[in-house]
């Protein structure tokens, strides 16, 4: 067991104000490079670049926080280079703060693993085929190289819906060890929040456990992670809703890999504050932009002579009229969409704001004591006022924090 007293914190958190009816928490998170407000949405620059964005654009935006990708910057451009640069920070003009994640999921989702053992993971270079090995040490290594301000341990990743109960339970126990090397390697502690990430599938009682023994740790903040990988998302609100019933309230809780709107806002009535996805920028370079009223895609022959902003009433710099503003039409992101890069870029700048401003909506929400009339009002929006078309998993999850969607 390592002691609390050995893992010192770059962080402050202050909670500002709780929901009286759910478990959504409004707080101030001091990061090393200025506050973020929570809850909050990172943006996914995976390999120092937000696709399409230009660090300024994305600064414009609101952002305060986005997450890289150390397994990408890890082969290119490479710790030798990020150290001389000075970190992730330098290389993409970025003065405001970073996440990174620990390469460990890269190595599930984009590869064919040769092997994962307790020394780490084996697989084979995608560049030039050669063996290679990511072990604790190493990630924490990379994550000191890039220089972010949050950084991940490496956690053995297992997709929640493996039938395998041994393997799940081998991955929960050995995140947990695979904790104690990050700790013991992380040379900047007090310039770096190293966050735990709590696994165990869809087995709530392995979830209980490992929150035991990662909260034991007593690391600067808190991640529930292996989730967004083809469960139900019934279960995935059950392991979110046990997960941050025993998790410290005065640190910060991050659900790794969450960008659908439905979800972040039933996961912050669950008790999450932090998220993260490359859908809102993934879908934007194909023709959709997200708005209250559900998914646009811009690329139909229908907005061809639509004259209207992307989303009325949007603070985007593409939806909003006057000086310095673009005011562009559907009509015109309809006419980019398919055959220029412009297009991909207006709707990223406009999905990365919707995002950002939802979650913002949220905090005021709950600042201000009204946040179940918030999420009565946000799936109304959505779905047209029809509850017939409510998701069932947000409908239950909701009703065990005291909110029913159904009511009148």
Not at 17 to 30: I, N, P, Q, V
Not at 101 to 113: A, E, H, N, T, Y
Not at 189 to 197: A, D, E, G, K, S
């Amino acid at each position: 067991m390592v002691s609390p007293a050995s893992m010192p914190s770059a962080l402050t958190f202050e909670l500002i104000a709780r929901c009286s009816t759910t478990k959504a928490r409004a707080a101030l998170l001091e990061l090393p490079r200025g506050p973020v407000q929570l809850p909050l949405f990172m943006p996914v620059a995976t390999q120092a670049s937000l696709k399409g964005l230009t660090p300024q654009q994305l600064e414009e935006t609101g952002c305060r926080l986005c997450l890289n990708n150390t397994y990408h910057l890890g082969l290119k451009p490479g710790q030798e280079v990020l150290e001389k640069v000075g970190g992730a920070h330098k290389l993409q003009g970025w003065n405001h703060n970073i996440l990174t994640d620990s390469g460990g999921f890269q190595m599930v989702s984009l590869l064919k693993l040769a092997n994962i053992t307790e020394e780490g993971v084996r697989f084979l270079s995608p560049h030039d085929g050669t063996p290679m090995l990511l072990t604790p040490e190493h990630s924490i290594a990379l994550q000191n190289a890039i220089g972010s301000d949050i950084i991940m341990q490496l956690d053995d990743v297992l997709v929640t819906t493996s039938p395998d109960t041994k393997r799940m339970r081998e991955a929960m126990e050995r995140s947990v060890r695979w904790l104690d090397r990050c700790i013991a390697a992380h040379a900047n502690p007090t310039r770096q929040n190293l966050f735990c990430i709590i696994q165990g599938g869809l087995d709530l009682e392995m979830r209980k456990q490992c929150c035991e023994e990662m909260v034991a740790r007593d690391t600067p903040g808190i991640a529930i992670g292996g989730l967004s990988g083809g469960e139900a998302k019934a279960d995935y609100c059950r392991v979110v809703n046990t997960c941050t019933s025993l998790l410290p309230e005065l640190k910060p809780r991050y659900v790794m890999g969450i960008g659908y709107p439905e979800d972040l806002v039933v996961s912050v009535a669950l008790g999450a504050d932090m998220f993260d996805c490359v859908w809102p920028t993934r879908t934007a370079r194909f023709g959709n932009a997200i708005t209250k009223y559900g998914m646009l895609n811009l690329r139909h022959a229908s907005y061809a002579n639509d004259f209207g902003p992307v989303e009325e009433g949007c603070g985007c710099i593409c939806c909003r009229t006057g000086e310095g503003s673009l005011g562009v039409t559907r009509a015109f992101v309809h006419h980019v969409a398919a055959k220029e890069t412009v297009g991909a870029h207006l709707l990223t700048i406009h999905n990365v704001w919707y995002q950002l401003a939802l979650m913002r909506s949220v905090r005021q929400a709950i600042m201000e004591d009204r946040f179940p009339t918030f999420l009565k009002q946000f799936f109304f929006d959505k779905h047209g006022g029809d509850k017939s078309k409510y998701p069932d998993w947000a409908v239950e999850a909701l009703l065990t924090v005291g909110v029913d969607l159904m009511e009148d």
